[in-house]
């Protein structure tokens, strides 16, 4: 197979709590990966209330998570918003235990490498 360099790399707490912060503010909407930590859910509802329901010409482009771009009326961004919190405290609590579980193999003085707190690990 191929060389893995975040296989060769141990993990730290550190590394474990920066990457847990980082996946559990992001989930997986029906429209994409979407930034859902406390700033963006502020700025998606202020954007909310500059917009005119029942209006098609009142929309905001909002970009992604992976920098794709949405363009999206009131009602629109009304529902991935409301997606989006009910998705949120489910994809909070499955990152937290899978840093707990990182975490506690650290303290049995087992291995945890940067490819086992890589993107994919959190899905």
């Known amino acids: ?9 141990p993990a730290t707490l550190q590394d474990i709590d920066a990457a847990r912060l980082a996946a559990e ?13 406390l700033v963006s859910r502020q700025r998606m509802n202020d954007v909310l209330m500059t917009l005119e329901p029942d209006n098609a010409n009142s929309a905001v482009t909002w970009v992604m998570a992976d ?22 405290g489910p994809r909070i609590e499955r990152v937290f235990d899978i840093a707990s579980e990182l975490k506690e193999r650290l303290r049995r ?12 690990a959190w899905k």
Request: proline fraction near 0%; charged fraction near 30%; glycine fraction near 8%.
């Open 1 to 9: 197979g191929e060389f893995d360099g975040l296989a060769q790399e």
């Open 25 to 37: 503010s992001v989930v997986q909407t029906s429209r994409g990966a979407l930034q859902f930590d």
């Open 67 to 88: 920098n794709s771009k949405q363009y999206l009326c009131y009602e629109e961004l009304r529902d991935l918003h409301y997606e989006a919190t009910t998705l949120i």
């Open 109 to 120: 003085g087992k291995v945890v490498t940067l490819r086992d707190i890589s993107d994919e």
